[in-house]
């Protein structure tokens, strides 16, 4: 059984930077595909980025030019840098992977706070 393990969120000043990292265990199922999710308070969970195994990179539109998604296939695990920070991105984290049987996995959640 797949487990993600989070790590790097915090409290950060708006312009500020974090970077994200989930590491998934071994599994004897492929994993094809890792990513990021958030929720806030009274919204719903929304997809931040996503990668797969062969570096096909999807971004929402909030974060173009923001952050970065990256993965080191050997490891199974996924990063996020996230720059130029906003308030607007204070939000939960959450790390997620998916298997070839559409099998998703998610992480426990690591919280993100941008304010002064």
């Known amino acids: 059984q797949v487990q993600l393990v989070e790590s790097g969120g915090g409290l950060v000043q708006p312009g500020g930077s974090l970077k994200l990292s989930c590491a998934a265990s071994?599994?004897?199922?492929?994993?094809?595909?890792m990513g990021w999710y958030r929720q806030a308070p009274g919204k719903q969970r929304e997809l931040v980025a996503g990668?797969?195994?062969?570096?096909?990179?999807n971004y929402r539109d909030f974060v173009k030019g923001r952050f970065t998604i990256s993965r080191d296939n050997t490891k199974n695990t996924v990063y996020l840098q996230m720059d130029s920070l906003k308030p607007e991105d204070t939000a939960v984290y959450y790390c997620?992977?998916?298997?070839?049987?559409?099998?998703?996995?998610w992480g426990q959640g690591t919280q993100v706070t941008v304010s002064s």
């Open positions: 997620n992977a998916d298997d070839p049987f559409g099998h998703r996995f």
């Open positions: 071994r599994s004897i199922f492929e994993i094809v595909a």
């Open positions: 990668i797969t195994s062969g570096g096909r990179i």
